[in-house]
């Protein structure tokens, strides 16, 4: 079964509203979570690093303010896009690490901003 | 600093072995990691190399030279639902390489 999920799995949205994106760890306990975006035809380009109980480590070039992340419980993680643009549209993929040898991606969510 | 390059597009034929290369350059390693995505889909996890060798898991196998900087994926007895983008990885926070998009053609 699924070890991490999204929620929602898409959703459009219109310029200059806000969206919120959930990744729930359904078997683990997770002190960190990942967060990532990607592109069409392009890799995956790690945001931020989620940590539980204390603030979000960003990557250089992302914008804490515009990209607001929340790690309330060990199972939960937010990302909210505030003031979202057409530039924004893009598929989210959240991370739970496993150890230290592999992530569990939760499925994804796919953005789109009208 | 951190860089990580692989080629962008393979073609290959069903029942054919392709080889998917990776290369890198990391002041910390952590192991390298290959995964593989489906369009639309999330990365799924195909192998973990920390030390160097070859690794085989089926059709598939993974190498490492630490030394050289450098890895690959080996892909045997390709079938049609190879076509997706292999991805490989390294380090904690996993610094993704651009992907390289494989199409198996019949």
């Known amino acids: 079964g699924a070890v991490v999920s999204q929620h929602p799995s898409w959703v459009i949205c219109k310029s200059g509203t806000s969206v919120k994106i959930e990744c729930r760890s359904l078997?683990?306990?997770?002190?960190?979570m990942f967060w990532y975006r990607q592109f069409p035809k392009q890799s995956l380009m790690l945001m931020a690093t989620?940590?539980?109980?204390?603030?979000?480590?960003?990557e250089q070039g992302v914008e804490k303010d515009k990209f607001l992340i929340n790690h309330a419980s060990l199972t939960l993680s937010t990302l909210t896009v505030t003031s979202a643009h057409p530039e924004d549209s893009s598929f989210y993929i959240c991370s739970v690490p496993i150890l230290s040898d592999e992530q569990y991606f939760g499925p994804g969510t796919r953005l789109t901003v009208t | 600093g951190q860089n990580i390059d692989q080629p962008t597009e393979m073609t290959a034929t069903e029942g054919a072995i392709v080889q998917i290369n990776c290369t890198y350059q990391t002041s910390g390693f952590n192991g390298l990691f290959w995964y593989q995505q489906h369009a639309g889909e999330a990365p799924t996890f195909l192998s973990y190399?920390?030390?160097?060798g070859l690794e085989e898991k089926g059709r598939f196998s993974s190498f490492l030279s630490r030394s050289k900087g450098y890895s690959y994926l080996l892909l045997k007895e390709l079938q049609m639902k190879d076509s997706a983008s292999y991805l490989c990885a390294y380090g904690q926070n996993f610094v993704f390489g651009p992907g390289t998009r494989l199409s198996v053609l019949p």
């Open positions: 190399n920390v030390l160097d």
């Open positions: 989620s940590n539980e109980g204390s603030k979000a480590t960003y």
């Open positions: 078997d683990f306990q997770a002190t960190t």
